[in-house]
């Protein structure tokens, strides 16, 4: 089946600085990617849309300054979070839409998600 | 605004039982897609069945099937023969051709027990 690869899996980092997640799709290419965070106990809540080759589109409340995303390959996109804060502890996950079928309910593949800690 | 409503924060079924989990929606498009996800404590996402909104047949997965009102916007999911790894976190979802976004409802923890 689709694999996604979702790296790291887990990181602590300080207050201030910058750390980047990135997501893989591993046999499959993706011209959409979808990054949520998920609160402890919550649900995910979507923060954007990333898609090859162009600006990723932000959901409402989500600063594009603070959650930087790259998606520069069919098979790559990544999440920076800049200046984090103790606020941004949370759990990422992406997910990934196959481009083959290339439709809206094509499968969505998630990632195992990101455990960020700022201290 | 386009919601998904899961009314019961925590369930609980003994081993082999039956449990069957609640959702419902809102959305004003006629062409859209329903899911089921599980979510484990290992914190992958799982589908466990979708719905195409322009079906009427309820889908089914081994022990897993649904019940799709489409005039209620109710999606319930069933669970039969419940075994001990179907403890998860249970999301109800939905895509429409215009979002092109899956929204999730806020999820129902499912605790199997002897």
């Known amino acids: 089946g689709a694999v996604v690869s979702q790296h790291p899996s887990r990181v602590i980092c300080k207050s201030g600085t910058s750390v980047k997640i990135e997501c893989r799709s591993l046999?499959?290419?993706?011209?959409?990617m979808f990054w949520y965070r998920q609160f402890p106990k919550q649900s995910l809540m979507l923060m954007a849309t990333?898609?090859?080759?162009?600006?990723?589109?932000?959901e409402q409340g989500v600063e594009k300054d603070k959650f930087l995303i790259n998606h520069a390959s069919l098979t790559l996109s990544t999440l920076t979070v800049t200046s984090a804060h103790p606020e941004d502890s949370s759990f990422y996950i992406c997910?990934?839409?196959?481009?083959?079928?290339?439709?809206?309910?094509?499968?969505?593949?998630f990632g195992n998600g990101t455990r960020l800690t700022v201290t | 605004a386009q919601t998904v409503t899961q009314s019961q924060p925590e369930m609980s079924v003994q081993e082999a039982e039956t449990v069957t989990l609640s959702c419902t929606y809102d959305?004003?498009?006629?062409?859209?897609?329903l899911f089921w996800y599980k979510q484990p404590p290992s914190r992958q996402m799982i589908l466990v069945i979708r719905?195409?909104?322009?079906?009427?047949q309820n889908a089914t997965e081994n022990r897993f099937s649904v019940n799709f009102q489409k005039a209620a916007k109710s999606f319930s999911l069933k669970i039969s023969d419940s075994q001990l790894g179907d403890a998860a976190m249970y999301f109800c979802?939905?895509?429409?051709?215009?979002?092109?976004?899956?929204?999730f409802g806020t999820g129902t923890r499912l605790q199997v027990t002897l």
């Open positions: 979802a939905y895509i429409t051709g215009t979002a092109s976004k899956l929204t």
């Open positions: 046999d499959f290419q993706a011209t959409t």
């Open positions: 719905q195409e909104a322009y079906k009427q």
């Open positions: 959305t004003s498009e006629s062409d859209y897609y």
């Open positions: 990333s898609n090859e080759g162009s600006k990723a589109t932000y």
């Open positions: 997910s990934a839409r196959d481009l083959a079928p290339s439709s809206y309910n094509s499968p969505l593949h």
